[in-house]
């Protein structure tokens, strides 16, 4: 084929609808997450990416954020993740630049009595907004915790009903990153007992009992978070979302906590 190939996408567009965002999702990416004991975690993210489109253009050109996510070879840490955006404003005609990073992180936790060790899964997502003067990158961060009704405690003559609960904290730092398994101790501590991926009988009845000495609510999930994250001189901003799937009921219970 002779003479330079079309640009569709760079055509004019007549609608004057400007787009909030527009790209690709779902690309499965190998990274590198930082432990606090300062190791490299290997996981793979599923990856989003996008920009914001002007009204006079037609399309973007979606094969450019595959290309800017490759070309930092096979493997992303956390600074190539929070420079994405910025050149994705390079790479094509936009003001505003989108990415997220969800991925697995893993930590191997030990029994309360037996020591049995087992490896558990929270979901984390790096998320990165960045216009042409400001860039602002937000942790979320998925940890499910049991939680024992203080009601059901106060009423019942034998036992109290419990369940799984899944708490999202949502954080910006303040002026130094906060480490994920940190921000896992911080929540865990906030309900009436964490999870184990192996327990023993002399663990259950340990995490058993611990949970029925510290009864919360889903309010208290929330507030207990968000104290400890008010507290905390790393962080700047929170958001932290409390879910209970209720053991007795079929609908959950949840709470929500923004902080400044």
């Known amino acids: 084929m002779n003479g330079e190939l079309p640009d569709t996408q760079g055509e004019s567009d007549t609608r004057n609808l400007a787009i909030n965002r527009v790209g690709v999702r779902g690309l499965s990416f190998p990274v590198q997450i930082r432990e606090r004991a300062g190791s490299l975690q290997h996981t793979v993210a599923t990856v989003s990416l996008a920009v914001d489109l002007p009204a006079l253009h037609k399309g973007t050109h979606m094969s450019r954020f595959v290309e800017a996510l490759n070309s930092h070879g096979r493997v992303l840490d956390v600074h190539h993740m929070a420079g994405l955006p910025a050149e994705l404003l390079r790479l094509l005609p936009a003001q505003r630049a ?90 865990e501590d906030s309900a009436s007992g964490e999870l184990y991926s192996v327990l023993k009988r002399p663990d259950e009845k340990a995490v058993t009992e611990r949970a029925y000495d510290n009864p919360v609510f889903v309010e208290d999930v929330v507030r207990n978070v968000a104290q400890r994250a008010t507290d905390h001189p790393g962080l700047s901003w929170f958001r932290v979302e409390a879910e209970n799937y209720e053991s007795i009921h079929n609908h959950q219970a949840f709470a929500i906590i923004e902080g400044p």
């Open 98 to 187: 989108h990415v997220e990073f969800r991925f697995p992180f893993f930590i191997t936790k030990s029994a309360p009595v037996s020591g049995a060790s087992g490896v558990m899964n929270y979901q984390v997502t790096f998320e990165v907004e960045a216009a042409l003067d400001q860039t602002v990158f937000t942790l979320h961060l998925d940890v499910p915790v049991a939680t024992l009704c203080p009601c059901s405690k106060a009423i019942s003559d034998r036992g109290a009903h419990n369940q799984r609960g899944l708490v999202r904290l949502s954080v910006r730092f303040a002026d130094r990153p906060v480490f994920i398994e940190e921000l896992i101790r911080l929540v």
